[in-house]
């Protein structure tokens, strides 16, 4: 409980000023060494999944699912964490910052933000970018 307490009172204006806490699907899709946590019910899964193969591994924990399953979680990747609304990620990354993870961010704007992130130009745009990457290696 002490180190959500440091958390909490560390969450100023400042803090929330500059945004360290989120990050815009863009930005989280074309960044290196990254993870999506989705963090919405299997029921919304079933429904709507994001596969993302093209740009980063996808992990799928329910939030109520998260204490039992934190170890699947790296800590060694940027972890966006997506819900279609952002409270349940804001729930998460609480938690997660709690337990030391300081390589969390929100995504920020839900399915919206995303799907426009997935159009057919953006898409290509991330492939050709690999594809330079691995060129480079």
Not at 39 to 47: A, D, G
Not at 89 to 97: G, I, V
């Amino acid at each position: 409980m002490e180190r959500v307490n440091e958390i909490i009172k560390s969450m100023d204006f400042a803090f929330f000023g500059s945004g360290k806490h989120k990050i815009s699907p863009s930005q989280h899709l074309t960044e290196k060494n990254s993870l999506f946590l989705d963090v919405r019910s299997k029921e919304e899964l079933e429904t709507i999944a994001f596969r993302l193969v093209h740009h980063m591994p996808v992990l799928h924990i329910p939030i109520n699912e998260v204490p039992d399953r934190v170890a699947e979680i790296p800590r060694d990747k940027i972890v966006g964490l997506f819900c279609s609304s952002g409270v349940r990620s804001t729930m998460a990354y609480l938690y997660l910052r709690s337990l030391g993870f300081d390589k969390v961010r929100i995504i920020e704007g839900g399915y919206g933000e995303l799907v426009e992130e997935l159009k057919p130009g953006k898409l290509l745009k991330a492939l050709e970018n690999r594809k330079t990457d691995n060129e480079r290696k």
